[in-house]
């Protein structure tokens, strides 16, 4: 069969073809903007020749650092259909984290919104690489800063080539997009994107036992855009014709709602967090939400009491899934077998509250000490990975070694799986609290304090102790700061004829709020190194 390449430019060109009338909602700091594809693709193509007058050349990095916007997705086309290289920077990082990875990619250029100027003025001085900033804003003339040289984003738009057009032949192994891991211990770790691995990577989000993304779907990606392509949701509504609905600049739980309900969302995805916040604003924005067909949850493991609030409060579909920015990310999707929907709702829950089924493309195994794990969700181990999604590779970083050995990607996530072959999330590798030579999850403690009615959320971690070299100690955010925060023994007897004795906390710390990561995600290590002395009296 002929040798056809995978390349975005498909993608790109698909949607001027068929979809040109389909249309593009973007929330910026000044309004709601609409256009349709029509006018995106018009637009991409202006921007990479703009782009091309300035000297970037095939492999040259070019790097965003912006919110969810039709500039952000303009560029998400503009830059790999010419051949460079799409670098999304995550804005939520540490200043020295921004910095090291500017300049560890090279970037020659940097597309930034005018909101987060004052993130990059800081750091202006220590980025080597750096030849020119493209400034994403609504307004007619450049904002003040003090980076230079500056270029306007829209006078970029209104002096490139009308007659621009993509090459014909891209090599689908070249590489399209890379994005950065945010790292707890040490410098984040580059991951590149090839333009056939994004290719794959959206078929499979339109597969219908995952995602089923189609012409029909709008689509509101609330995962940035700076995060691993928001989960390849861009690159795929582009390629289905999809609607797309952009929340823009900081949104709230009540902006996000709100979109859902006044541009008929079909399919929104977001992290545990941003799920548990909107089911808090729903309660009191009470509005129509029957447009959503599904709320794709990832990032992190969700509790089985968040799936069946929005499915029997909101009588919204939840669908559960697990990935990481070394898979593109999507690996595995929660929805049931066709026989698994006649078990018991109890039953169903209990599955869906699993990481799920491996999407088709990809191969798994899960390895414990003594090799691979039985099917008997039991057995722990370690998710090892590969596929056309899948890195092969650290950029430039040495961790490779560690991390991808004999073509298979170590994932550092501890799971078991069950004889229907769901997988189900255990703990982080370094999160796994070891108690007396055993392991215990901490995230299904989490899961199962977040099911108490008080509690809004639960935080476990491994704290040294004496006897056991390390106990659970359960941190806990309250629901209504109001409420009594004595009742310990209570929140521990709520969970106590779900566990071994053994697995029980040792105890219970109240907090106003857990610290997190710039993803969203409970920063453990933090938490660890401020109570680690709790148990042992140092």
Known sequence: MDNYPLTLRSLFERSQTLFPKKEVVSRTITGIHRYTYADFGRRAKLLSSSLQALGVKPGDRIATFAWNHHWHLEAYFAIPCMEAVLHTVNIRLPADHIAYILNHAEDRFLFVDETLLPIIEKIKDQLTTIEGYIIMTDKKALPPTSLQPVYLYENMIESGDPHFTYPEYINESAPAGMCYTS??????????????????????????????????????????????????????????????????????????????????????????????????????????????????????????????????????????????????????????????????????????????????????????????????????????????????????????????????????????????????????????????????????????????PNVFEACVIGVPHPKWEERPLACVVLKDAALQAGDKKGLLAFIEDKFAKWWIPDDVVFLHEIPRTSVGKFMKRELREQYQTYFTGD
């Open 183 to 452: 790292a707890t211990t040490g410098n984040p770790k580059g991951v590149v994107y090839s333009h056939r691995g994004i290719y794959l990577h959206s078929l499979s989000i339109g597969l219908s036992d995952t995602l089923g993304l189609s012409e029909r779907d709008t689509v509101l990606p609330i995962v940035p855009m700076f995060h691993v392509n928001a989960w390849g949701l861009p690159f795929a509504s582009v390629w289905f014709g999809s609607k797309q609905v952009l929340p823009g600049p900081a949104p709230t739980p009540d902006i996000l709602l709100r979109l859902v309900a006044d541009e008929k969302v079909t399919i929104a995805a977001g992290v545990p967090t941003v799920w548990t916040a909107a089911l808090k604003a729903q309660e009191a924005l009470q509005l129509d939400l029957s447009s959503l067909r599904a709320v794709v949850c990832g990032g992190s493991a969700a509790p089985r009491s968040l799936i069946e609030s929005y499915e029997q409060r909101l009588k919204v579909p939840f669908y559960h899934a697990y990935g990481m920015t070394e898979t593109c990310p999507l690996v595995t999707v929660a929805r049931l077998k066709s026989y698994q929907e006649k078990a018991s709702l109890d039953e169903q829950y209990d599955t869906r509250a699993m990481q799920g089924l491996l999407v088709p493309g990809l191969d798994m195994k899960i390895v414990g000490p003594r090799g691979e794990v039985a099917w008997d969700g039991k057995e722990m181990g370690e998710i090892m990975l590969r596929g056309p999604w899948v890195a092969t590779e650290y950029y430039k970083d040495v961790r490779t070694a560690e991390a991808f050995q004999d073509g298979w990607f170590h994932s550092g996530d501890i799971a078991v799986i069950d004889s229907e072959g769901f997988v189900k999330l255990v703990d982080r590798a370094k999160d796994l609290v070891k108690s007396g030579g055993e392991w215990i999850s901490s995230l299904d403690l989490e899961n199962a304090l977040m099911a108490h």
